[in-house]
């Protein structure tokens, strides 16, 4: 058969795949030559693809409580329940939390339903458990959230930052990448508390204190600014410096006092910084280790600003870079399925929300951010969020200090791909095929996104008529149909 190009689920590379259907349930994973992400390389996971396909332990049909049901009982009664909740307690007393898995189309249908129809922003994403930090920093530096690097310039850049981040084994592809420039002469800093297997592959690792990162970074800021490489023109040119912000940053940023409360050797740290000061097209590239933090958002500033203030920014090879984990957090983002944006990047100022209620064709439109997903939860454990709609994701597991709070909803909704789970007496739907497929889009930093792509294996179970050439048939298509039986 002809393979089908498209992209592997797992990781944020977003890495082309050829899917070959050879058998029954049976596909043959390659990786695409041709795809920028990349070239025909496959990590551990992207290769064994092939082997998720088997239907074992998959939900097959929608379910209400244990009883299965067909698809239009169930999309009615999750319609009345969330139209009966709106009526008696208004749009704000629902919600919707989704994921990083979801494909750019349903993201994008799931927030026009909340915002647009229902009228609420209460919807947001698991996304928020591990890109929040750098979505907030980004937004602060930048204006908006966006990532001013790609994968080129990797192969540009003569120092390689890694900052809380095991590349080797979370993104093995794009650490491959590192490797090929490093030998080719380029140096590869890790900065990470734990002696990984990144590390130890490292030219310098600085096994900093956890949470000292800030500190780290506005040291390497001092020393570059005593070292005269500034871009005071950039500068400026283009960035809004704080008149009290060199003073600031004097405070505590010498070697000694870095060296100290890092944790460090202080020859370490000099050696470190002189790199840094000396190599013009540096990338530093950061991820959870930066972003689950209590102080992840100065830390993502931190990085930012040593970027911003000595012009390595918007040139090859130049630039600070996030990694994001899941498979389409960008997607999400761009869409706007967060509680904190409307749509496409923008927020809830009057002459946005009229914009994009002119181009929904919408009824409602909604007034303000909505509760972000630990808010959300907590609301819900109060009693607050009466009905909560839950697409690809398990918040009993991964929300933080709330693994008891789906349970408080008084009707709730869930979706999910596994037959057998903690929240097996709630109302389950058919989610896609295990065999999930997604094409790449490159965004406008150059990062892919996941879209709709035909899946390399036949759906099973009740899918509904139509929907089989789709790689998720619940989640924009149920979502798309939705405004209309809740009658809005």
Same mark, same amino acid.
Not at 385 to 390: F, Q, R, V
Not at 423 to 435: D, F, G, N, Q, W
């Given at each position: 058969m002809t393979p089908i190009d498209t992209t592997c689920a797992y990781c944020g590379v977003g890495c082309g795949i050829r899917a070959t259907v050879t058998g029954d349930r049976q596909v043959? =994973?390659?990786g695409d030559p041709d795809h920028p992400a990349n070239r025909g390389r496959l990590c551990s996971k992207g290769t064994h693809l092939g082997e998720t396909v088997g239907l074992e332990g998959r939900l097959l049909h929608p379910m209400i409580g244990r009883r299965r049901a067909s698809w239009d009982k169930a999309l009615d009664l999750v319609a009345k329940r969330f139209r009966d909740t709106i009526a008696r307690h208004g749009p704000d007393s629902v919600a919707f939390y989704v994921s990083g898995q979801l494909l750019t189309e349903d993201y994008y249908v799931a927030n026009k339903l909340m915002k647009g129809f229902i009228g609420s922003a209460n919807i947001d994403t698991n996304s928020r458990l591990c890109m929040s930090s750098a979505v907030a920093g980004q937004t602060r530096a930048f204006g908006e959230d966006v990532v001013p690097a790609s994968y080129d310039d990797i192969h540009a850049a003569d120092l390689i930052v890694l900052v809380g981040s095991n590349t080797a084994w979370c993104h093995p592809i794009v650490y491959q990448r590192i490797r090929a420039r490093c030998d080719a002469g380029a140096k590869l800093v890790v900065i990470d508390p734990r002696r990984t297997e990144t590390a130890e592959q490292a030219d310098l690792h600085l096994a900093i204190r956890p949470g000292s990162d800030v500190a780290l970074m506005n040291g390497a800021l001092a020393w570059a600014r005593a070292a005269g490489v500034v871009d005071e023109a950039f500068l400026a040119a283009s960035v809004a410096v704080p008149e009290e912000f060199w003073t600031a940053l004097d405070q505590g940023s010498d070697l000694w006092s870095v060296a100290r409360t890092c944790d460090v050797a202080p020859g370490d740290l000099r050696r470190f910084y002189e790199m840094f000061a000396a190599t013009p097209r540096t990338v530093t590239l950061f991820s959870q280790g930066i972003n689950q933090s209590t102080a992840g958002t100065d830390q993502v500033n931190a990085i930012l600003n040593l970027h911003l203030a000595t012009g390595r920014i918007g040139k090859p090879g130049a630039a600070p870079f996030s990694i994001t984990g899941q498979p389409n957090a960008m997607g999400g983002r761009e869409v706007g399925g967060l509680a904190s944006t409307l749509a496409a990047h923008m927020d809830f100022a009057a002459d946005n929300r009229a914009r994009v209620q002119r181009f929904w064709a919408s009824p409602a439109i909604a007034a303000r951010p909505g509760l972000k997903a630990v808010d959300l939860?907590?609301?819900?454990?109060?009693?607050? =969020?009466?009905?909560?709609? =839950?697409?690809?994701?398990?918040?009993?597991?991964?929300?933080?200090r709330n693994r008891s709070c789906p349970r408080r909803a008084g009707r709730l909704s869930v979706r999910r791909r596994v037959r057998r789970d903690r929240?097996?007496?709630?109302?389950?739907?058919?989610?896609?095929?295990?065999?999930r497929c997604r094409v790449g889009r490159e965004g406008r930093d150059g990062h892919q996104f996941g879209t709709r792509r035909q899946p390399p294996a036949r759906l099973h179970g009740a899918a509904r008529r139509g929907e089989a050439r789709l790689v998720d048939p619940f989640?924009?298509?149920?979502?798309?149909?939705?405004?209309?039986r809740l009658r809005l």
């Open positions: 043959r =994973i390659e939860f907590r609301q819900v454990g109060q009693g607050r =969020i009466k009905a909560l709609w =839950i697409m690809a994701t398990n918040p009993a597991v991964s929300m933080p929240r097996h007496r709630y109302l389950r739907l058919r989610p896609c095929p295990p065999a989640a924009g298509r149920a979502a798309h149909g939705m405004e209309k």
